[in-house]
């Protein structure tokens, strides 16, 4: 690829170019690759995105995610426990109520990445 090509790719990521360099020369191992693929395959679900999205606003318990998504708390729970143990979100627990938020910035930046580039 050529360094102009390179340089449109990804011209709002300037703060990380040499990561981006270093990736772009060697392939990542399997283990890796794989890891990237599940990661990613967390957002190939609506009510998935539909929470991340609630939880860009902050911090939610479930019975509050599951009101404003129209949904019952169960299947809000059950999204919830995946997006947990793919480390998207956090639970912190007050009492007998868990408030979930992201996990980290990361989290944000790749849902607004995502956003931005389905709707260009």
């Not at 998935?48 to 019975?63: A, K, N, P, T, Y």
């Not at 995610?65 to 708390?73: Q, V």
């Amino acid at each position: 690829m050529a360094e102009h090509e390179h340089e449109h790719i990804c011209s709002s990521c300037d703060a990380h170019q040499e990561v981006i360099d270093r990736l772009m020369q060697q392939m990542p191992d399997p283990e890796t690759l794989h890891d990237v693929a599940e990661l990613l395959g967390l957002f190939g679900d609506t009510t998935r995105v539909r929470i991340l999205f609630e939880l860009l606003g902050g911090e939610f318990c479930v019975s509050e995610i599951a009101e404003r998504l129209g949904m019952t708390s169960s299947a809000i729970s059950h999204q919830l426990r995946i997006l947990k143990q793919g480390r998207l979100v956090k639970g912190r627990r007050d009492g007998k109520t868990v408030y979930y938020s992201l996990a980290d910035s990361h989290v944000r930046t790749i849902f607004y990445h995502a956003l931005e580039h389905v709707m260009e």
